[in-house]
């Protein structure tokens, strides 16, 4: 306890918690900015924390981190640009109520979604770290083949209007994704010699290029249409309506429950990450609509359950981390740098070697998430407000930031130029009623699908039927089977 | 008042002269005249990162000029050295990689650069790459893997992370005649973390491993180096198991091929100066990366032994 109250003290000192104020703020700005994405953002604060105590920098990192996901959603209401990845699920609904004229509320359900996951996850991780940790050891590559199969199952759901063209474009996808050393013989494949595709085509790049700048050149196309006709239709009905009210919050609650869950879930198996987590949590969420729900045509649940999921995710993959000392991902493999910097070896033994550290960071995890919601709601009013911007002038900013945002990540121009191209065929797909999200959602999963797949078939002999030995994974490709028959009897 | 104001003039005027010949005259004198640079061939915060940061001070202070830290992650460090082969042999633009980006990488095809496109600054510190596995598996160190791995039906098989481990492999497997099937990972925390639970028979990993055993979590099997891993001596090394492979990877500096000999003398000075700084073995030693140190012309002979090394074991 004296221990606890220590690590407290020095997570509540004023260095501390001014290096929270500054990582949020960083982080936060990064978020709402499509282009500017997360692991950029840690480049650019990793040097920073060089010179800060340890406990200072973790709080930073951590801050910048967990800002960013929550920053992410106004973009994706506000534009139709998700800010990260990771809140592209939050365009679905997020983006339609602001064109209802309920900008604000949306707002504001991302925001008290995103601190309520935020939050939950880090007392989990507090409360439960060694137990999880150890369940997450038990997930292997054939375990992770069968949860892959069980998320896609229900992500398939969201390819839109019509499903062959879904697949197209899913496929499309993991096609692209194939780009880079083989896993496994380490041969180069399509990299056509360069050595810049080695290690694929850059994630920031084809997520900001089709998530970002695609949306821009839909959006130019609009506004040259608009001025061909002389016909200015508004983009945004008037906001009649900026207050949530007590009945919004009650059906908003079980959203945000079970999307904190799977946002938890998500983060505790390695490698699957905040997009796919929240996506799933849209899917799953959508599935369990009651009569009444608009999914896709702007409900406020559909907002909760992408934020919920997406700011739960990062907390609980610090698990590992925090309990054995691996991290689960990018971002928390930023955070053992920062941890070794400060001679801090994260690993089993952490715990006993400086208590006083882990109590410190685990109370200014919690601080941060408190202020991410006083900078939030500060920021929301302020947000909403670039709704009644010209298109003039957003155009041309967001694609500045998604310009500098890829250049940034390897200080090189081939991301730029595959960003741009990307955008420019996720034009052509939008145009053709081809999902951009499909695509996207292939061309994450398909490395972890690939690499798991061949772990799986090596550690087994490649002998399919070794999967009954693995109840776990049988549990999961039970629940597809499921899942499926279910989906096909729903429609028939 | 008339002369004094034009001998002040006049003074002004001789000391820019001065100023213009001493300049030009510096010009030719001294490398290094203004900022050096370094790229970093992988990400902000890993290793060759920490490492590079903290010797950039100890670095500046020898050559007496600042110096810029760049990261240009890629292809395992070889996106910054490709990109290096077209920067000027002047001494301003350096490249930080680990020991196999130019050693081994180069073997395996398509790379545009090989270990002659390079001249040798430094090397500092060598990753503790060991081979481990669960204590529970009972196995006292590689020999015992050999021989389970002759017993077992279907061979064993391992987490591996880079084609290095995989070719030191299958050259013992080759040799003692065994199956041992890697098993792709996407760096070290998955190999240890598919070792503890216990997914694959054993790993290779060139550093994350270290915590888990210093908790005895996971056994050091054998270290792959010249020397026992620090913190892990009575595991032997594969060369003394009778394995003619070893594998010394350090974090390297390196220019483009063709410095002049003034300049090339002036930066492995500052190097070695930097790589006994204290702040450069306080990191060392926090990463379990020893205090081992090659500048210059040792550390040519060294990169190039193992390379040779590389190179007949692919064949």
Redesign the interface.
Known sequence: METFLQGAADALQLSSIIAVIGGIFLGYVVGVLPGLSRPAA??VA??IT?AMSPIAAIAFLVGVTKASAAGGATGAILLNTPGEPSSAATTFDGHPLAKKGEATRALKVALYASVFGDLSATIVLILLAAPLASF???????EMVSVMIFALTFIAALSGSSLTRGIISGVLGLFLATIG?D????T?RM?F?M??L??GIPLIAATVGMLAFTEMLVQTQTLFAERKSGVTAARFATETNKDLSRADIFRVIPVTLRATGIGIGAGIL??LGPTIGAFLSYAVNKRMAKPGDCYGKGDLKGVAATEAADNAVLPASLI?LFA?????SVSA??LV??F??H?V??????FEQHPRLIYGIYVSMIVASLVMLIVGRLGLTLFAKATRLPLLVIIPFVILFCVVGTYLQ???IFPVLAMLSLGGVGFVMQRYGYSVITFLIGFVVGPLFE?SL??AL??T?HSVSDVLQHPIAMVFLAASVFAVMFFLKRKA | MDSYKSSSKFGVFLCAGAAVVLTASAAFAEFPERSVRITVGFGPGGGVDTITRAASDAISKALGQSVVVDNQPGAGGGLALTALLAKPADGYELAAAITTTVSFDPHTGDRAYNIDSFDYIGAFGVFPEAIVALPSKGWNDFSDIVAAAKAAPDGLNYASTTSLDRVIMATIAKQEGVTIKPVPTKGGAEAVAQTLGGHVDFAYSSGTYYAQAKAGDLAVMAGLGKEPVPGFESAPTLESLGYDISSVNMVVYVAPAGLSDETKTILVDAFKAAAESETVLEILAGRNMGSFILTGDEFEAQIRAQSAQFEAALK
């Not at chain 1, 997450?136 to 054939?142: E, R, Y």
């Not at chain 1, 054995?324 to 689960?328: D, E, H, R, S, V």
């Not at chain 1, 070896?345 to 952490?350: A, D, I, R, S």
Request: proline share 17%.
């Open positions: 840690l480049s990793v040097p060089y997450a050891l038990k997930m292997g590559p054939v050393l896993p496994e013989s380490a180069p990299t010699g050595i810049e080695f290690d390695p490698g590992p054995i000392g691996l991290p689960g493999a930023i740098s920062a070794m910097l001679g070896q994260p690993g089993p033994l952490v390897r200080d090189t690499l061949r772990q090596i550690v002999n």
